[in-house]
């Protein structure tokens, strides 16, 4: 899983000509599945780093998956700045786009937190198997800009009990007309998920293990 020399480093170019901060964490035998790992908000001190997306970087390997994560645009040693979430979709398009071209046949699931769940919730991509948001705050983008909600592959909204900001019930009303969606609510957790990470990557896992190969249709 790379523990002797940490993740390995690398930078992503997106279509707009950022470059990116990014660490790719590898399983000690060869991954099952792919994930790409998005962080919350940078206005909250959000980064690549943070509690959620730190502790599922460190467990998805273990668990047999290859991990990505990376900084969006102006966060860390991330180029450019801040764009509110729409142009952070570019950055982690970038992010796919290289996870799939080094595992061109396993199935990849986008995985954000908060800021970084309504961002993925905002893309769809051809290789994408699944998404796997955790604790969306669904107020990132406008409702119409959730282009995953209409896309007919699966997606997990995996939701605090006690989500300081988009509780189960305000999420279900949100997401009743889309496809192939499902709420999974995590029993006792707030927004920060502390000490829930380790049920979020037994989760993911089964969702992943459901997903069979890599997606073909956007």
């Given at each position: 899983?790379?523990?002797?020399?940490?993740?390995?480093?690398?930078?992503?170019?997106?279509?707009?000509?950022?470059?990116?901060?990014?660490?790719?964490?590898?399983?000690?035998?060869?991954?099952?599945?792919?994930?790409?790992?998005?962080?919350?908000?940078?206005?909250?001190?959000?980064?690549?780093?943070?509690?959620?997306?730190s502790e599922l970087f460190r467990t998805l390997p273990t668990l047999g998956f290859a991990a990505?994560?990376?900084n969006f645009r102006g966060v860390g040693t991330s180029t450019g700045i801040h764009g509110g979430g729409l142009p952070e979709r570019i950055d982690l398009l970038a992010a796919i786009d290289t996870l799939a071209e080094r595992f061109p046949d396993l199935a990849l699931v986008v995985s954000g937190w908060s800021f970084g769940a309504d961002v993925s919730?905002?893309?769809?991509?051809?290789?994408?198997?699944?998404?796997?948001?955790?604790?969306?705050?669904?107020?990132?983008?406008?409702?119409?800009?959730?282009?995953?909600?209409?896309?007919?592959?699966?997606?997990v909204l995996a939701v605090a009990e006690h989500d300081q900001f988009n509780p189960p019930e305000r999420c279900q009303r949100k997401i009743e007309e889309w496809e192939e969606t499902t709420l999974e609510v995590v029993a006792g957790a707030d927004h920060f998920l502390v000490g829930r990470t380790q049920r979020l990557a037994n989760h993911l896992h089964e969702f992943a293990t459901g997903l069979g190969g890599a997606a073909s249709s956007a």
């Amino acid at each position: 899983m790379g523990d002797d020399t940490g993740p390995e480093q690398l930078r992503l170019s997106t279509a707009d000509g950022e470059e990116l901060e990014t660490e790719l964490q590898l399983p000690d035998q060869p991954p099952f599945a792919a994930v790409v790992l998005a962080h919350p908000h940078p206005a909250q001190g959000g980064d690549m780093r943070s509690l959620v997306t730190s502790e599922l970087f460190r467990t998805l390997p273990t668990l047999g998956f290859a991990a990505l994560r990376f900084n969006f645009r102006g966060v860390g040693t991330s180029t450019g700045i801040h764009g509110g979430g729409l142009p952070e979709r570019i950055d982690l398009l970038a992010a796919i786009d290289t996870l799939a071209e080094r595992f061109p046949d396993l199935a990849l699931v986008v995985s954000g937190w908060s800021f970084g769940a309504d961002v993925s919730l905002g893309i769809v991509h051809p290789r994408i198997a699944g998404w796997f948001a955790v604790a969306p705050p669904l107020r990132i983008l406008a409702d119409d800009e959730f282009i995953a909600a209409a896309d007919p592959r699966p997606k997990v909204l995996a939701v605090a009990e006690h989500d300081q900001f988009n509780p189960p019930e305000r999420c279900q009303r949100k997401i009743e007309e889309w496809e192939e969606t499902t709420l999974e609510v995590v029993a006792g957790a707030d927004h920060f998920l502390v000490g829930r990470t380790q049920r979020l990557a037994n989760h993911l896992h089964e969702f992943a293990t459901g997903l069979g190969g890599a997606a073909s249709s956007a």
